[in-house]
């Protein structure tokens, strides 16, 4: 892990997001839960912003941009990775997994949280050989050319993306962040897009001055790509 990072192991029946949660006002920023399974990757961050709740909560599209970044760092030349707004990662139009955050639920949106918790679960391995064709909206990394591309790999270049991304944050504005996010939002033909000051998406059809707005906190609640049964994404 890069230094400003402190990694705390889980087993494989811990949940690394759940954990990073309930020690997150004692572990402080930094703090990174990692579970060590073959078939996902799946890790949480702890940050502590200074802004209020409603704009702090734009942490998330810098985790989401930073957990692509992780993936194109591995990925074959020319593999499409995208975003379905607001978590859903996928490649090459298959459900790989997504991102999440959480936050103290006595937390004021006036006020800064003690602590947010950025999670993510990438699938690195399809559990069958048969779950390609069982299951044509989802796929894994070993499907899609990622070679040795597994948990640690996926983790250790999502903490080093983060970083970068952050750091972009403080220099350029969340503009910088807004724009990458965006520009990784899975196609849609003549509409354009941005993100409000609170962090919620904003969609206009070009040549039409009528507006849609989706509340972020709303779709942040319920991740829509994780399968509870499943313990992992969605097949």
Known sequence: MPPPFTLVRLRESRDAFAHATDI?????????????????????????????????????????????????????????????????????GGLVGGGRLG????????????????????????????????????????QEGFGESGAVQVTESFARHLMRALDGWQTDGFDRIAREFLGRLSREPQVAHAIADNGDLITRRIGSEVTVRQDLRKGLLSPSWLDPNLGGARL
């Open 103 to 142: 936050w103290p639920p006595s937390a004021k949106e006036d006020k800064p949280p003690r602590w947010l918790v950025f999670g993510a679960m990438i699938r690195t391995v399809a559990m069958t050989d048969a779950e390609a064709g069982l299951y044509p909206l989802a796929t894994a990394l070993d």
């Open 24 to 92: 997150a006002k004692a572990s402080g920023a930094g703090t990174l839960t990692y579970v060590g399974r073959f078939d996902l990757a799946e890790f949480a961050v702890v940050l502590e912003p200074s802004e209020p709740l409603h704009t702090a909560r734009r942490a998330f599209y810098a985790g989401m941009v930073a957990l692509t970044d992780a993936l194109r760092a591995y990925a074959p030349p020319n593999k499409a990775i995208a975003i379905d707004w607001p978590d859903t990662v996928r490649v090459d």
